[in-house]
């Protein structure tokens, strides 16, 4: 079975400008976690999606959100980018919801904001 | 509340020997203990996992001792290898939940 699968790998964009990140979960896992890892707070809970609905959010400002589709696949979007938004972005998927405890990493995606 | 604490930030082994990262926790309705392992480039990728009624789990070269009272877990790799090197990072989450709350990071190198 294929694992998560993240695109793109690596992104460099402008402060200001906005990105859209997406995320195919491992076939038949219907439950999407975001995360986002950075040096100095290490790895942060963004959100959550089962069903096409987001069920917890993180401590992140608005400018984070996310969706996901009838396929499982899930895209998160940062608007206005921040300098300080440069991280690695981490997709995981379960295989349903309130399994957490059995979550499965993609590699990330890489945003540089310059 | 929500905070899971690790030590040490980095640790260096000679090979054969014992690497032993420890973490602490708050929250009591944290009901599930699990350690990643991350190499550069790489997702976290689940190396073992514990729950609280139980005081040790041992899988191959990796434990996890738990200890209830005193909310605080550890990880023992045996005979450590260089293909250990790597960031391993504990966590905390709570039954029927997807969030993981993770520890900062203890950033792991086997010296030959």
């Known amino acids: 079975k294929a694992g998560v699968t993240q695109t793109p790998r690596y992104l460099i964009k402008t402060r200001g400008q906005q990105v859209t990140l997406s995320c195919s979960p491992i076939s038949g896992h219907r439950s999407v976690s975001w995360y986002q890892q950075t040096p100095g707070q290490g790895l942060q809970f963004l959100f959550e999606y089962f069903s096409e609905t987001q069920r917890n959010k993180g401590n992140f400002p608005g400018r984070f959100s996310g969706r996901q589709f009838s396929n499982s696949r899930s895209e998160m979007n940062v608007s206005t980018l921040e300098l300080g938004d440069s991280a690695l972005y981490l997709c995981?998927?379960?295989?349903?919801?309130?399994?957490?405890?059995?979550?499965?990493f993609g590699p990330g995606t890489r945003l540089t904001v310059t | 509340q929500q905070q899971v604490k690790q030590s040490p930030q980095s640790l260096i082994v000679q090979k054969g020997g014992i690497s032993i990262i420890n973490c602490a926790y708050e929250?009591?309705?944290?009901?599930?203990f699990p350690w990643y392992q991350q190499f550069p480039g790489k997702g976290p990728a689940l190396l073992i996992a514990?729950?609280?009624?139980?005081s040790e789990k041992k899988e191959g070269r990796f434990t996890i001792s738990f200890n209830k009272s005193a909310k605080q877990f550890s990880l023992h790799i045996m005979d450590s290898q260089p293909g250990d090197s790597a960031t391993y990072f504990c966590a905390a989450i709570q039954g029927g939940f997807q969030k993981l709350v993770f520890g900062t990071g203890t950033r792991l190198l086997v010296s030959p």
């Open positions: 514990i729950r609280p009624d139980v």
């Open positions: 995981a998927s379960s295989l349903d919801v309130g399994q957490g405890a059995r979550q499965y």
């Open positions: 929250n009591t309705a944290f009901d599930y």
